[in-house]
T-cell receptor, first 113, second 112 residues
Framework: GNSVTQMEGPVTLSEEAFLTINCTYT??????LFWYVQYPGEGLQLLLK?????DKGSNKGFEATYRKETTSFHLEKGSVQVSDSAVYFC????????????FGKGTHLIIQP | NAGVTQTPKFQVLKTGQSMTLQCAQD?????MSWYRQDPGMGLRLIHY???????DQGEVPNGYNVSRSTTEDFPLRLLSAAPSQTSVYFC???????????FGNGTRLTVT
């Protein structure tokens, strides 16, 4: 089955710092790749996605590029804000029902003013 | 535009009690799924469905039942609650294979 490696943190940064959250995965076939974000007390929300090699997903200033050769999908943002404090999940989806989707354990990000 | 609606938001049960967590979606999604989220364990798949009348087990199905009689609803039943089922439960739906999941806001369940 699929597996995902991402650091759990907490990762603590100052406002306006550069953010990288690494994600590497193993997956069957050619998965679509997702980043989800979970704010306190809420469910997960889709942050961005990429469906094929070298695609770049972007949303709200966050970006991630589908790197097939290194099986990675690292999340970056140039200048983080306090409102970005949340838990971030990397998730490859190989296909089929929900059993084809694997979530990482989540990276807890804390942004200090 | 409700999306995925879960009820109740909070629930406290005694060991051995049964209950049903409700989940409804208004996006006409074929696929629905249930997860539990525990500290240090991430999200774990309990049961999922790829259409009305079709359900299958996920990673941690024991102690839970599901049915899918309509496209909109996917209730999760706890047959005899145990303290190990204390968790936050999320329902999700998506439009098909490889399409992004839409999550409800969760049900926080405590079993004493």
């Amino acid at each position: 089955g699929n597996s995902v490696t991402q650091m759990e943190g907490p990762v603590t940064l100052s406002e306006e710092a550069f953010l990288t959250i690494n994600c590497t995965y193993t997956a069957t076939g050619y998965p679509s790749l997702f980043w989800y974000v979970q704010y306190p007390g809420e469910g997960l929300q889709l942050l961005l996605k990429a469906t094929k090699a070298d695609d770049k997903g972007s949303n709200k200033g966050f970006e991630a590029t589908y790197r097939k050769e290194t099986t990675s999908f690292h999340l970056e943002k140039g200048s983080v804000q306090v409102s970005d404090s949340a838990v971030y999940f990397c998730a490859p989806y190989s296909g089929g029902g929900a059993d084809g989707l694997t979530f990482g354990k989540g990276t807890h990000l804390i942004i200090q003013p | 535009n409700a999306g995925v609606t879960q009820t109740p938001k909070f629930q406290v049960l005694k060991t051995g009690q049964s209950m049903t967590l409700q989940c409804a979606q208004d996006m006409n999604h074929e696929y629905m799924s249930w997860y539990r989220q525990d500290p240090g364990m991430g999200l774990r798949l309990i049961h999922y469905s790829v259409g009305a009348g079709i359900t299958d087990q996920g990673e941690v199905p024991n102690g839970y039942n599901v049915s899918r009689s309509t496209t909109e609803d996917f209730p999760l039943r706890l047959l005899s609650a145990a303290p190990s089922q204390t968790s936050v439960y999320f329902c999700a739906s998506n439009g098909g294979s490889r399409s992004p999941l839409h999550f409800g806001n969760g049900t926080r369940l405590t079993v004493t």
